[in-house]
């Protein structure tokens, strides 16, 4: 089956540091661009983060920018994202998501994970 | 930052009604827009790219349509899983973004 699990959310103060996983099974991993999204609770998407498949290209939102950092280890199939210097404006449900690509065009995400909580709170 | 603007920001509806979504940028983005299907407590789906190719599985009382500046979604006979908040996203320029969204209620 095609499908993302993200992992590693949890409860962390204000200025910690949490790492998300997320472990792509049924796909060819290595051939996707991956990306974080985030959706803070009531609120609509936003973009985190996005890496190309041999992780030469990669791009943030400048509100993550200098604190987050994405990778990805295509041997065990799985995209992370090390989150560093955590703000109460982080707290969201982060989902993983794949974008599409041809050649170098790369598309809409067409597979997300089922997301995975981060709540940053003393 | 490129901006997209949705709506309404609600629209309620009875089922076998035809629903009308509008997705503004602000600048243009070509062909290069999605949109996606949240529903509550899931993750989005993605039900078209590039404006107005349906996505694996869509229904095909969804459809796509617009260039440039201006898009919209729209679903020619709501049903009652349609209930949903739908949202609109580039991919022309980082960073990428998403419009606000528009919740969709069926009376």
């Known amino acids: 089956e095609v499908q993302l699990l993200e992992s590693g959310g949890g409860l962390v103060q204000p200025g910690g540091s949490l790492r998300l996983s997320c472990e792509a099974s049924?796909?060819?991993?290595?051939?996707?661009?991956m990306s974080w999204v985030r959706q803070a609770p009531g609120k609509g998407l936003e973009w985190v983060s996005t890496l190309s498949g041999t992780s030469a290209l990669i791009f943030y939102a400048d509100s993550v920018k200098g604190r987050f950092t994405i990778s990805r280890d295509n041997s065990k199939n799985t995209l992370y994202v090390q989150m560093n210097s955590l703000r109460a404006e982080d707290t969201a449900v982060y989902y993983c998501?794949?974008?599409?690509?041809?050649?170098?065009?790369?598309?809409?995400?067409?597979?997300w994970g089922q997301g995975t909580m981060v709540t940053v709170s003393s | 930052e490129l901006v997209l603007t949705q709506s309404p920001a609600t629209l309620s509806l009875s089922p076998g009604e035809r629903a009308t979504l509008s997705c503004r940028a602000s600048?243009?983005?070509?062909?290069?827009l999605a949109w996606y299907q949240q529903k509550p407590g899931q993750a989005p789906r993605l039900l078209i790219y590039?404006?107005?190719n349906r996505a694996t599985g869509v229904p095909a009382r969804f459809s796509g349509s617009g260039s440039g500046t201006d898009f919209t979604l729209a679903i020619s006979s709501l049903e009652p899983e349609d209930s949903a908040v739908y949202y609109c996203q580039q991919r022309t320029s980082w960073p990428l973004t998403f419009g606000g969204g528009t919740k969709v209620e069926i009376k």
């Open positions: 049924g796909f060819t991993f290595s051939n996707y661009p």
């Open positions: 600048q243009s983005v070509r062909i290069y």
């Open positions: 998501a794949r974008r599409t690509y041809s050649g170098n065009d790369w598309g809409a995400f067409d597979l």
């Open positions: 590039d404006a107005s």
